[in-house]
C-alpha cells in the first residue's frame, strides 16, 4: 500500500449556501453545505474544499459559521478558499476548523502574504490557488502565465516559475486551475498539470474541466497530479465518488477505499 | 465521567481535536486547556498541534506546560498527534535543531531531498496512507491492519528503539507513523481527519486505561 491519489469534490459557497446546489441521492436541502459535506464524507471523498464566493466582505462571517459546523460533523480534512487576505482570516477558518486556506490573489498582489502565512501556521495548512492560460502559440513551446480575478486579470507571470516561488515561500500544496479548461468538460490541461507537479515538489491538485471519470485517470497519469479536484460530475450526480475511485483502481491508481 | 484535556498552546486545529472526541467520547468532557493544573487534574490528554517545532516548545516553555506534559505523560493515558508526536521525542531537527520534551527517545528528521529527486515523491507526505500495525495494543482493537490515515508532514520520526514503533507506514522507506510505551501513544496521521478508522482510534483511546 502507497500513499493513495485523492478526489477532492468542491462546493462553491455563497453567504453560506451552496450555488447551485447538488443533485445526487438522499439530498433534502440541495444548497445545505453540512448536509452535502456528510454526504461526500459518506461517499468517500478524501477532501471537501470550500470555495466561498460571496461578494460582499459583511457576508464572510457566514463562511466561519458553515466551517464550524461541516468540522463539528464531518472528520475528514477540508480546505476553504476565497477571500483568504490576512493573517486573521487565516487564523479564523483554521479555529473554526479548516485544515488548510487556500490563497489565491491575495498571494499575487503580495507574495509575502504566503510566507507570513506558513511562517505563522505552517506549509501543511498553506494551499496555494494558482489559476493559469495557457499564452504559447501553436508550434511555440508550452507556457502558462497566471491570472487572477476568475482568468479575467493577467498578470504576465509565469506559472512554472511562479509555482515555484511559492513553494520556496512555504506553500504546502498547490491548486492548479485551467482556466482554459475550467467548465468546458474536456478534462484537465495534462500538460500544465504535469510541468507544475514536476516543478514544484509539493502535492498539485488538479483542477478545471473534468467531465468524466477517464479525465480524472489521466490528471494523475498523465499530469502526475497527487489528487483531483471536480464538481459539477460529482454535484450532478453524473458520477459517484466510488465510482470514480473504482474506475481510478482499475486503471491502476492507489485511492483510498 | 472522564474528563480529557486537549493542550492548547495556540496551535493547531484543536476544534476538530475537540469535536472528534466529543464524537465518540460517549459523554466524556473534553476540556481545551493550557493550564497545567487542568491537565494534571485530567483523567487523559491529547497534545495536539500543527505547525513548526520551534514555536510549539517556545510556547509550551512559555505557558509552563513543559513539566505538567512530562508528568503527565508519566502517568495517564496519554494521546500525542502530529506535532504532537514530535514534542514527544529527544529532539527535532526542525528550525535548525530543537530540543523537545523527551519523553520518548527518538528524534524527528526531515524526509530526504532524494525522496523527491530520485523517487518523485512529493512533500509534504500529504493524504491517505496505509499504517501496518506492529503487535497488538489497545488502540488497534477493531481497526483493520493496514488502514488508511490521513497524513500531512514534512518531519517523521525515528525512535531510538524499534520496538517503540508501534505502526509503520510507507514513504519511500519504511518511518514509525506511531509510536508507543506504556500510557503514550503517539501518532503521526492526523486521527481527528481519518474518519472512520481515526475515530474508532479515538474512542479506543477514551476507553483505555493506559495499560498495553
Given at each position: ?7 477532492i469534490p468542491?462546493?462553491d ?9 447538488v443533485q445526487?441521492?438522499d ?8 448536509e ?17 464566493i ?47 486556506v ?5 498571494a ?24 493559469a ?8 513551446p ?21 509555482s ?6 512555504g506553500?504546502?500544496?498547490i ?6 479548461r475550467d ?28 467531465g468524466n471519470?477517464q479525465?480524472?485517470?489521466d ?27 473504482d ?10 477505499r | ?8 498552546y495556540g ?11 466529543e464524537?465518540?467520547g460517549?459523554g ?9 493544573e487542568?491537565?494534571l ?10 505547525g513548526a517545532?520551534g514555536?510549539?516548545m ?5 505557558l509552563?506546560?513543559?513539566?505538567a ?15 504532537g ?18 519523553v ?31 503487535g497488538?495494543h ?6 483493520a ?38 500510557n503514550?501513544?503517539?501518532?503521526q ?24
Open positions: 500500500m502507497s500513499l493513495a491519489k485523492r478526489i468542491c462546493l459557497v455563497d453567504n453560506g449556501r451552496v450555488v447551485k446546489g445526487f441521492v439530498i433534502r436541502d440541495a444548497g445545505d453545505p453540512v452535502i459535506a456528510r454526504q461526500y464524507d459518506a461517499h468517500g471523498a478524501d477532501e471537501i474544499t470550500f470555495l466561498d460571496t461578494a460582499s466582505s459583511q457576508e464572510r462571517e457566514t463562511m466561519v459559521h458553515v466551517v464550524e459546523q461541516v468540522a463539528g460533523e464531518v472528520f475528514i480534512p477540508l480546505t476553504v478558499g476565497g477571500g483568504i487576505r490576512t493573517v486573521a482570516d487565516i487564523r479564523r477558518m483554521l479555529n473554526a476548523g479548516a485544515d488548510k487556500a490563497i489565491n490573489t491575495a499575487v498582489s503580495r507574495p509575502e502574504f504566503v510566507a507570513e502565512a506558513a511562517e505563522r501556521f505552517g506549509s501543511q495548512c498553506i494551499v496555494v490557488a494558482l489559476d492560460k495557457r499564452v504559447s502559440k501553436e508550434g511555440e508550452l507556457r502558462w502565465e497566471v491570472f487572477t480575478h476568475g482568468g479575467r486579470r493577467e498578470t504576465g507571470l509565469d506559472a512554472v516559475a511562479w515555484q516561488r511559492m513553494v520556496a515561500n506553500a504546502g500544496e491548486l492548479l486551475t485551467s482556466m482554459d467548465g468546458t468538460k474536456q478534462g484537465f490541461d495534462v500538460e500544465l498539470t504535469r510541468a507544475i507537479s514536476d516543478a514544484s515538489g509539493v502535492p498539485v491538485i488538479a483542477s478545471g474541466g473534468v471519470l479525465h480524472l485517470v490528471g494523475v497519469q498523465l499530469g502526475r497530479a497527487d489528487a483531483v479536484l471536480a464538481a459539477s460530475i460529482f454535484h450532478f450526480g453524473e458520477y459517484t465518488i466510488e465510482e470514480a475511485k474506475y481510478m483502481a482499475a486503471q491502476g491508481i492507489e485511492v483510498r | 465521567m472522564t474528563v480529557i484535556a486537549v493542550v492548547d496551535m493547531g486545529n484543536l476544534r476538530s481535536v475537540r469535536k472528534a472526541l464524537h465518540v460517549n466524556a468532557v473534553v476540556e481545551v486547556t493550557s493550564a497545567p487542568r491537565i487534574r485530567a483523567d487523559r490528554v491529547v497534545l495536539p498541534g500543527v517545532i514555536d510549539c517556545n510556547e509550551l516553555h512559555r509552563e506546560l513543559v513539566e506534559l512530562r508528568e503527565a505523560a508519566g502517568s495517564k493515558p496519554f494521546l500525542g498527534v502530529c506535532l508526536m514530535q514534542a514527544l521525542l529527544d529532539f527535532s531537527e526542525e528550525n535548525q535543531g530543537v530540543d523537545c520534551l523527551g520518548l527517545p527518538g528524534k524527528a528528521r526531515r524526509f530526504p531531498a532524494e525522496l523527491t529527486t530520485d523517487a518523485g515523491l512529493k512533500v509534504p507526505h500529504m493524504g491517505w496512507n496505509g499504517v501496518l500495525q506492529q497488538r489497545p488502540l488497534w482493537r477493531g481497526i491492519d493496514n488502514s488508511r490515515f490521513y497524513f500531512v508532514h514534512s518531519y517523521y520520526v525515528e525512535p531510538a528503539e524499534a520496538a517503540l514503533a508501534a505502526g509503520v507506514t510507507r514513504y519511500g522507506f519504511d518511518f514509525a507513523a506511531v509510536v508507543a510505551r506504556g503514550v501513544f503517539a501518532t496521521f492526523h486521527p481527528e481527519k481519518s474518519q472512520r478508522a481515526g475515530l474508532d482510534l479515538l474512542a479506543n483511546f477514551v476507553r483505555w486505561d493506559g495499560s498495553v
